[in-house]
Structure formats: C-alpha cells, structure tokens
C-alpha cells in the first residue's frame, strides 16, 4: 500500500467509526510526522486529543441548552493569584470530580465577587464535558419553579426532575430572604438530593446566619447537618474581582468591615462618576 492510499485507508476507518474530529485534524498531524516534528506516540496523543475535544464541545452546547448555566466560566479563566486564600488544589483536585462519584456536595461562602458562581459553573462545565447532566439555578429561581409546579399539582414531579441531574448548583443563598414555604421546599430539594447526587451551593452568608435565611433555625440546623454530611467547603476571604479596577478604594471584606460594593456605592455618593 503506498503512502497515500494507507492515508485514505486511515480517513476511511476514521469516518466509519464516526471520529470526525479526529478525521479534520489527521491530514495536518501526518504532515508534522512527515516533517519529523511529531513522534508516533505524539500523533497517536493528538488524533485522540482532537476528537475528544470536539466530543467535549458538543457534550457542551447540548449542557448550555438544557443546563441553564448562565455562562461559561471555566477553571483555565480563574485567577487564583487575585484570590490567595483559595487553596489551588482543592479547586482542582474538585475539578477531577470524583466529589460527584460519591454523592458529595460543595459549598462556596464568600462576600460578593470573589469567584463563588465563576468556580461553581467551571465545576458544573467540566462535569457537563465528562457526559454528565447538570443543572443550574439561583435558590430563588429554582423556588420559584417548585412553587409553579405545586400549584399545577406536579411537587413531586418537579422534585425528581430536580433530582437527576448528576450535579445541581445551588447559587445566591442569602440575597434575599426565603418565606417559610419557600424555606420548606428548599429543604424538600436538598432532602431530595441527599446521597444520591451532588449539589453545589453559594452563598454570601455564614452557616450562623442560615437560620435567618430561612426563618427557621431548627430546619436550618437540619439542612446543614444533611449538606455537611459529605461536603466541601471552599471558604473564601477577600476582595471582590468585580472591582479589581478600584484598587484605590483601599477594599477590605470580611465580617467585620463593609462589603466590597457597599463601600463602592458609598464612594460613588462621595465623588460623582467620571
Ligand atoms: P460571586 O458569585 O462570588 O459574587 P462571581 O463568580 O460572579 O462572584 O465573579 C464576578 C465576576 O468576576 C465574574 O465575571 C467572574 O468570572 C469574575 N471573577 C471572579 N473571580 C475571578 C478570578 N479569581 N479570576 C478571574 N475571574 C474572576
Ligand atoms: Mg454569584
């Protein structure tokens, strides 16, 4: 077989077995190994790296259809320099998900703008790559449709769905209060999801101020006694990225000193726009 047949024989074989990443990419990676630039092993390394990243894509945009992320934010777009009371290799180590083989949860708590929803939606993006369903809302968000569904009588149905997926992100506990039904099926979801799938939380307030969040410190104690139960805690103390610009503000956060954004608008009353 000459050389350009054996190469036709390859794009054959390629196409039949429904390898179309690999099939754009061969041509370019047989002319590297023809100019000796690529060992074999190396070519064999790229073929598969090309497929697999056309796989991972389009396992991508079928997540951004029905995942509701409300971006992409991944974990190569994470400045951990900005952020030095994040440990690096906890972020990463989560990033390999093994938390989602064993049913485990992760909490991010921070003030706002430190990276709680970008390292939330990376997490949930590099699961939606590994063939995994996800999903994601704000805790009002996903309220508000376990509310809708109990009005047409669908609760439960409402529950299971929220149930399958393989990861759910939780995110923005805290911004605002909850009724004692909405506290109630907050509650029901996570019940729902106990050791049987993983689910990522946010918030901007402490577990001591749950209570409140919820109006009810008993279900919250419940609440975060199921969450704990196999959990990570990302715990994140510092400024917010949002205002990286405003450096000059001199920013503090933490519990005892005002939010990044209280500050800015105080500043902003202070001196008009520019
Ligand atoms: P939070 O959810 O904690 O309020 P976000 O995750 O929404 O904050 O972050 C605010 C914005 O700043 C987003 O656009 C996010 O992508 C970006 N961001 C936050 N932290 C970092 C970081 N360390 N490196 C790069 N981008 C960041
Ligand atoms: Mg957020």
Not at 159 to 178: K, M, Q
């Amino acid at each position: 077989m000459s050389a350009t047949e054996r190469r036709d024989h390859i794009r054959d074989m390629l196409a039949d077995l429904k390898l179309p990443g690999a099939l754009e990419a061969v041509d370019e990676i047989l002319a590297e190994v023809d100019r000796g630039s690529l060992h074999a092993s190396q070519a064999i390394e790229q073929l598969l790296t090309a497929q697999i990243s056309l796989r991972n894509n389009h396992r991508l945009r079928t997540a951004m259809r029905s995942s509701r992320l409300p971006a992409i934010k991944t974990l190569q777009e994470f400045d951990f320099s900005f952020q030095p009371s994040i440990r690096r290799e906890q972020i990463e180590s989560l990033h390999e998900l093994a938390f989602i083989k064993r049913q485990e949860n992760v909490i991010f708590l921070g003030p706002p703008g430190v990276g709680k929803t970008h390292l939330a939606i990376s997490l949930a993006i590099a699961a939606a790559e590994s063939g995994r369903r996800v999903y994601y809302g704000t805790l009002v968000s996903l309220i508000e449709s376990l509310e809708a569904a109990r009005a047409a009588g669908q609760l439960s149905r409402r529950l299971r769905v929220l149930g399958h997926p393989a990861l759910l992100i939780v995110d923005e506990i805290g911004y605002l209060p909850l009724s004692r039904d909405g506290a109630v099926l907050f509650f029901q979801l996570i019940n729902h999801r106990y050791e049987h799938a993983s689910t990522v939380l946010t918030s901007n307030k402490g577990f001591e101020e749950w209570g409140t969040i919820l109006g009810d410190e008993v279900m919250a104690a419940a609440l975060i006694d199921r969450l704990m139960h196999h959990c990570h805690v990302v715990n994140i103390r510092g400024n917010s990225y949002r205002m990286r610009e405003h450096a000059d503000l001199g920013l503090r956060t933490g519990p005892d000193s005002p939010t990044s954004e209280s500050v800015l608008r105080r500043k902003k009353k202070e001196t008009p726009a520019h």
